[in-house]
């Protein structure tokens, strides 16, 4: 996909990918994201996650710093 793309030319890591759903759309023009109006969505599953991969990169990184 076009993130796959952009990461390789960029030369940083893809943490995940969402695929495009209309509910996706519709819950962030409504103000309820996918994760709580349909959590076992693939887009839902997937934006969790890249949440988890961001947050133990970020708590790896506290450990260093």
């Known amino acids: 996909g076009g993130g796959e793309k952009a990461a390789q030319e960029l030369g940083v890591p ?3 990918c969402v695929p495009l ?3 996706v759309r519709e819950g962030g023009d409504q103000g309820v994201p996918i994760v709580v109006q349909h959590p076992e969505s ?8 890249i ?4 947050a133990g990169k970020v708590s790896v ?3 260093v710093s």
């Open 21 to 23: 759903e209309m509910t």
């Open 42 to 49: 693939a887009s839902a599953k997937a934006l969790v996650a």
């Open 14 to 16: 893809l943490i995940g």
């Open 51 to 54: 949440a988890k991969t961001v």
């Open 61 to 63: 990184a506290a450990l």
